[in-house]
């Protein structure tokens, strides 16, 4: 069974900068692609960015050039590093694994950004 574990939100002011983390258990995360969603209030919840299994990522325009993700298969995690944050950014992210057609998802964490 998948299970995905997020930690690092918390509140930043305006151009300043967190690292999401996202911990997987499972034996199939080193084939699965990872991902980071978000979900603003009012919104719909939007792809931020992901990484398959040989490392190609993609990035939603508003955040390419600030946000950075990456994964470590051996241990089994996933990062976003979030850089230049804006307050837009403001959403609670849910770190994802697909494989190879099904979603697991994580239990969010809150990102605010606010002066």
């Known amino acids: 069974q998948v299970q995905l574990v997020e930690s690092g939100g918390g509140s930043v002011q305006p151009g300043g900068s967190l690292r999401l983390s996202c911990a997987a258990s499972g034996s199939i995360f080193r084939l699965s692609t990872m991902g980071w969603y978000r979900q603003a209030p009012g919104k719909e919840r939007e792809l931020v960015a992901s990484v398959t299994w040989t490392s190609d990522t993609i990035y939603v325009d508003s955040v390419k050039g600030r946000f950075t993700i990456s994964r470590d298969n051996a241990n089994k995690k996933v990062y976003l590093q979030m850089s230049s944050l804006k307050p837009e950014d403001t959403a609670v992210y849910y770190c994802?694994?697909?494989?190879?057609?099904?979603?697991?998802w994580g239990q969010g964490t809150q990102v605010t950004v606010s002066s």
């Open positions: 994802t694994l697909r494989w190879p057609t099904v979603n697991y």
